[in-house]
């Protein structure tokens, strides 16, 4: 029988005919919270959306395996409905189309018929009392007009309607005051400790460490140049807050 978890081995992307990712060896377990930290240019949205099947990032070598199934050779959109979930950077706004159709949409999408109309409303209205959201949310446009907590927040709607194996939140701090995170962080710890997120892997990806003040990691990836350099618990992220990427380059660099 296959292992469980979302694990990649050895895998190689590039982009515009440059090589991003130079061999990435991760394993993010069921139940788990993993983060991956690691300064600008990195390559950590490289491989966000090489997992998902962006057609611009083309992997090159290596593999990546969603609880034995190998994502690489499905669509996009077969890999959402395996189990993957991304966390966008930055999310599109859609004037024209209401939230509550847009969300509608992507459970049929991932499940479809699985939930007659009123029993998916029920869902949404459940969902969103757990996160504190008004009602009135369902009926504005997809991130028009919103502000940045108001769009990681709808995310984590998306993420409590979809219930999926594995969620990739890419850099969900950028652009967020500190009352804006720590909402994003407790509806991140209310889904976790909800049936919809129990047993679902995470993977955080950011550069500063200040959203692992509020969701504690069991391990902490960094990433320099397209490769995990060093892994280790929460005190690694302590220790990139007290000094910083450029330590870790010259304690990298003297070891090679």
Same mark, same amino acid.
């Given at each position: 029988? %296959?292992?469980? !978890?979302?694990?990649?081995?050895?895998?190689?992307?590039?982009?515009?005919?440059?090589?991003?990712?130079?061999?990435?060896?991760?394993?993010?377990?069921?139940?788990?919270?993993?983060?991956?930290?690691?300064?600008?240019? %990195?390559?950590?949205?490289?491989?966000?959306?090489?997992?998902?099947?962006?057609? +611009? $990032?083309?992997?090159?070598?290596? %593999?990546?395996?969603?609880?034995?199934?190998?994502?690489?050779?499905?669509?996009?959109?077969?890999?959402?409905?395996?189990?993957?979930?991304?966390?966008? +950077? $930055?999310?599109?706004? @859609?004037?024209?189309?209401?939230?509550?159709?847009?969300?509608?949409?992507?459970?049929?999408?991932?499940?479809?018929?699985?939930?007659?109309?009123?029993?998916?409303?029920? #869902?949404?209205?459940?969902?969103?009392?757990?996160?504190?959201?008004?009602?009135?949310?369902?009926?504005?446009?997809?991130?028009?007009?919103? &502000?940045?907590?108001?769009?990681?927040?709808?995310?984590?709607?998306?993420?409590?309607? #979809?219930?999926?194996? $594995?969620?990739?939140?890419?850099?969900?701090? &950028?652009?967020?005051?500190?009352?804006?995170?720590?909402?994003?962080?407790?509806?991140?710890?209310?889904?976790?400790?909800?049936?919809?997120?129990?047993?679902?892997?995470?993977?955080?990806?950011?550069?500063?460490?200040? @959203?692992? +003040?509020?969701?504690?990691?069991?391990?902490?990836?960094?990433?320099?140049?397209?490769?995990?350099?060093?892994?280790? !618990?929460?005190?690694?992220?302590?220790?990139?807050?007290?000094?910083? $990427?450029?330590?870790?380059?010259?304690?990298?660099?003297?070891?090679?």
């Amino acid at each position: 029988m %296959s292992e469980p !978890g979302l694990r990649i081995v050895d895998l190689h992307c590039r982009v515009a005919g440059k090589e991003i990712l130079k061999g990435i060896d991760l394993a993010v377990e069921p139940g788990k919270v993993h983060a991956l930290m690691g300064p600008n240019g %990195s390559g950590k949205s490289t491989l966000a959306f090489s997992l998902t099947g962006h057609p +611009q $990032y083309e992997i090159t070598q290596g %593999s990546a395996r969603l609880d034995g199934e190998d994502l690489l050779a499905l669509a996009p959109d077969k890999r959402a409905r395996a189990g993957l979930f991304l966390s966008f +950077q $930055y999310p599109a706004a @859609i004037p024209g189309i209401k939230v509550a159709n847009f969300l509608h949409a992507a459970r049929q999408a991932v499940r479809p018929g699985d939930l007659a109309p009123a029993k998916f409303r029920a #869902l949404l209205m459940e969902k969103m009392d757990v996160l504190g959201m008004d009602p009135s949310f369902m009926g504005r446009y997809l991130n028009d007009g919103f &502000s940045g907590g108001e769009k990681k927040r709808l995310e984590m709607l998306q993420l409590a309607v #979809l219930a999926p194996k $594995y969620a990739v939140l890419d850099e969900t701090d &950028s652009g967020l005051d500190v009352d804006a995170l720590k909402d994003v962080c407790d509806s991140l710890t209310a889904l976790r400790a909800g049936d919809e997120g129990r047993g679902a892997g995470f993977l955080i990806i950011t550069h500063y460490p200040r @959203i692992l +003040q509020y969701i504690t990691p069991d391990v902490v990836h960094v990433m320099i140049d397209g490769r995990i350099v060093m892994t280790g !618990g929460h005190d690694l992220a302590d220790r990139i807050e007290r000094e910083g $990427y450029d330590t870790i380059r010259e304690e990298i660099a003297a070891i090679a």
